[in-house]
């Protein structure tokens, strides 16, 4: 794998820091262990309206990112088809958004 965003992202997977799929993210997200939510961009709108309001419920100010890459995108990464992730580690949530924002001009 050559693209750096989705090679960081195996390495949050493989240090545990990273939950992958619907429930375990929201559930990342109510306990408050998630530091960034990622959206692929093949995520239904119902799927992202939903995280999109999660990550600001309740006075919460969780950074979300919507990525141009698929959710068969993110299995060839992190080993799991998913369309929402959530970095559940300060340190592995800055440099990953610091990556995306690197790669697409966009935070």
């Known amino acids: 794998m050559n693209d750096r965003f989705l090679s960081f992202l195996g390495i949050c997977r493989k240090a545990h820091r990273l939950s ?25 709108d119902r ?36 369309a929402v992730l959530t970095a559940d580690d300060e340190g592995f949530a800055k440099k990953t958004a610091e990556l995306h924002e690197e790669m697409t001009g966009r935070n």
């Open 47 to 82: 799927l992202k309206k939903e995280f999109i309001k999660a990550c600001g419920y309740n006075g919460r100010e969780l950074k979300y990112i919507e990525t141009d890459y698929t959710s068969d995108d993110m299995k060839k990464a992190v080993g799991m088809r998913a």
């Open 20 to 44: 992958l799929g619907h429930d375990a993210c929201l559930g990342s997200i109510i306990n408050g262990n998630a530091k960034l939510c990622i959206l692929t961009s093949d995520a239904s």
